[in-house]
């Protein structure tokens, strides 16, 4: 800053003034000096470090800082050049015209650009000291070391099969290929959920009947894996929109049918009342006179109108959709809605409810299990008439995160009773520092006919529904019969294999084949709309359905934690309860390798250097733990930091 500036700047001024001629003036001087064009460029990479520095030490000698509404130094090294020779014709770069030039040209106004710039400044520190060993003894700063979430042991990167979209009927395929595109995920997301979204269509109103004697719900429980900012709840939203769509036309269309009896009801009531009080009246007469011989007619009458309220059936308000709903409230839903109701959430939220949030810590599953089998469902409470569903059905389709997962999978409770063999799981592959930051959005030409497709089906299966028969009930035809009995013979043997669907996973493949047959149905069902109650299940569709079945297997076994895909991990799971119990004792401290190597488990599994060696990178490759090699006394120490998520 030339000595000439400091005497035009004197204190006269006020500090604003100052910031606007300097600003404006040395930009001035930068772009005449330069011939750099000024479009793409910011005030700061005129200006250099030394002119910054200069304006630095003027700012300094003032007594006062800068006013709200005035610049920062740091703001005006942001300042675009395209902004100040728009306004350096009266070299008052003020920062309303500064904003409103961002606003006119789709520019991030300078405040925003620091803030993000000092924002990815201190994550890089952040990300350095880090890689340095250096990670402060909070959960926080522990996470921010590692470059991703815990994924489940033996779970890696393009090891898992894909979705089978081609499985899908064209119109519900196209949907999941559109949103998978437009949300930028993985289809093992949306092909999960849109078969979610036809089980919440279908269930209860259909059943499957593969041969005589073996009928199957069509209820699924779909549990997808996912980390935070995955887009989980837009997916959700996206193919679930056409179910709140058949609600609302449901609404519409009982509202005044639901009308005219509340009145009828209320009339009815109001008679038998009346009824009732004559009688008494009568009663007390006759009793005074020892005469009971004029009581038949008002007796009779007040009964023969009770029993006519009882004949009004009011029409409960539609519900095809719920959230996050307590057990008992499940229950009531069921019950109210002849049987069938769907839980679609982007949040895992219900299983802290199913675990006992609000029963001290009782699970409460029967409702939930035996929404999934279809068995009948009594409930009695003191105060309430009791709830009765014969042929429950319930869907769920919920999005979790991994650390929920792993949470769930070591409930005792869900697994002793059978919660996670009923779920189906998908682990889609993460996208995250891969998407495009402008996709294109699902074409309105598929979305509008997988909305009329999927509305159109629940709409149609429950104004048709038999509610006094039950769930229409689908067969299949001689060849999809056998084909399901080959698949039975196939997956018998496998029960017993620990390395398949034996062990961990013998309550799961017991489920397996009857989730096949259930979602052979649910693609019969999508392609032939409604009409495809009266038809038959051919092996075509029942050989799409066990592609879709594969890809759940896959999965589950994955996410349970079986040895089928996963491998023997004893190793590994033997140094993760190593590493928990050191953490335990020094929560969010670095455990050397040494210490690790000393520890009971460890002896107690016998594992050479390089059995830990091979196990800590293994952890590593799932982000469970992160190793960081630093020097203590001139000799190398390695550090191990436990994922706060796989600590307990």
């Not at 070299?91 to 606003?103: D, I, K, L, N, S």
């Not at 009765?388 to 997962?405: F, G, N, S, Y």
């Not at 792993?406 to 993460?430: C, H, K, Q, T």
């Not at 397996?512 to 259930?518: N, P």
Request: hydrophobic content about 45%.
């Amino acid at each position: 800053m030339s000595s000439d500036h400091r005497t035009e700047l004197g204190f006269g001024t006020t500090i604003g003034e100052r910031a606007e001629y300097i600003s404006g003036s040395m930009a001035a001087h930068a772009l005449e000096d330069s011939g750099i064009p000024s479009s793409g460029r910011r005030l700061g990479d005129l200006l250099g470090a030394p002119e910054l520095a200069a304006l630095r030490e003027d700012y300094a000698a003032a007594d006062f800082p800068p006013p709200d509404d005035g610049w920062s130094l740091d703001e005006l090294a942001w300042v675009p050049c395209a902004a100040l020779a728009h306004v350096l014709p009266d070299f008052r770069p003020t920062r309303a015209a500064v904003e409103q030039w961002c606003t006119e040209n789709a520019e991030r106004e300078p405040h925003a650009q620091r803030a993000e710039a000092v924002e990815r400044a201190t994550a890089a520190a952040k990300l350095r000291a880090a890689r340095a060993g250096k990670v402060e003894g909070t959960a926080t700063a522990v996470r921010e070391s590692f470059d991703g979430d815990p994924v489940p042991l033996g779970v890696r990167e393009g090891s898992l099969p894909p979705f089978p979209v081609d499985a899908l009927p064209p119109v519900y395929g196209d949907m999941v290929r559109a949103t998978a595109v437009a949300y930028q995920v993985d289809t093992a997301m949306s092909g999960p959920v849109a078969l979610a979204a036809l089980a919440a269509a279908c269930g209860g109103c259909v059943e499957a009947v593969p041969r005589p004697g073996w009928e199957e719900v069509t209820a699924l429980h779909v549990l997808v894996a996912a980390n935070p900012s995955e887009r989980k709840s837009a997916v959700v939203s996206a193919l679930s929109k056409p179910l709140v769509r058949a609600e609302r036309g449901l609404i519409e269309a009982v509202t005044p049918l639901r009308a005219d009896a509340l009145t009828r009801r209320a009339i009815a009531e109001k008679a038998a009342e009346d009824a009732a009080k004559a009688a008494a009246k009568h009663a007390a007469s006759a009793a005074a006179y020892d005469d009971a011989s004029d009581l038949i007619d008002p007796v009779e009458n007040a009964v023969a109108l009770a029993q006519r309220v009882e004949t009004i059936r009011v029409p409960s308000v539609p519900r095809l959709l719920a959230d996050d709903v307590t057990p008992e409230a499940l229950g009531s839903l069921l019950a109210e809605h002849h049987g069938r109701i769907a839980i679609m959430s982007a949040e895992g939220g219900i299983f802290a409810t199913l675990a006992g949030r609000y029963s001290n810590n009782v699970p409460s599953l029967d409702v939930w299990l035996k929404g999934h089998s279809g068995d009948p469902i009594r409930v009695d409470r003191k105060g309430r008439a009791p709830e009765l569903v014969d042929r429950p059905a319930l869907t769920a389709c919920l999005m979790l995160q991994p650390t929920i997962l792993a949470a769930i999978g070591r409930n005792p409770d869900f697994r002793g009773r059978g919660l996670l063999a009923r779920a189906l799981f998908a682990l889609p592959a993460s996208k995250l520092g891969q998407r495009e930051a402008d996709p294109p959005p699902v074409p309105e030409g598929v979305a509008m006919a997988y909305g009329a497709a999927l509305a159109d089906l629940a709409r149609v299966l429950r104004e048709e529904a038999d509610d006094e028969n039950g769930p229409a009930r689908v067969k299949f035809d001689a060849d999809a019969a056998r084909d399901v009995t080959a698949l039975l013979a196939e997956v018998e043997p496998r029960l017993i294999d620990p390395s398949d669907l034996g062990g961990d996973m013998e309550g799961w493949g017991g489920k397996y084949v009857g989730a096949v047959v259930r979602i052979a149905v649910l693609l019969h069902m999508a392609e032939h709309g409604p009409a495809g109650i009266d038809q038959a299940v051919t092996a075509e569709t029942f050989a799409a359905a066990r592609r879709i079945g594969k890809f759940f297997e896959a999965h589950s076994v994955a996410a349970l934690g079986g040895s089928a895909t996963a491998g023997d991990t004893a190793r590994e799971k033997a140094v993760l309860e190593a590493l928990r119990g050191l953490h335990a004792a020094a929560p969010y401290q670095p455990i050397t390798r040494r210490s690790l190597q000393k520890d009971r488990v460890i002896r107690r599994m016998n594992m050479t250097a390089s059995d830990l060696e091979s196990a800590l990178g293994v952890l590593a490759d799932h982000y469970v733990v992160r190793c960081f090699t630093v020097k203590v006394g001139g000799r190398d120490q390695v550090n191990i930091y436990l994922h706060p998520d796989a600590a307990s």
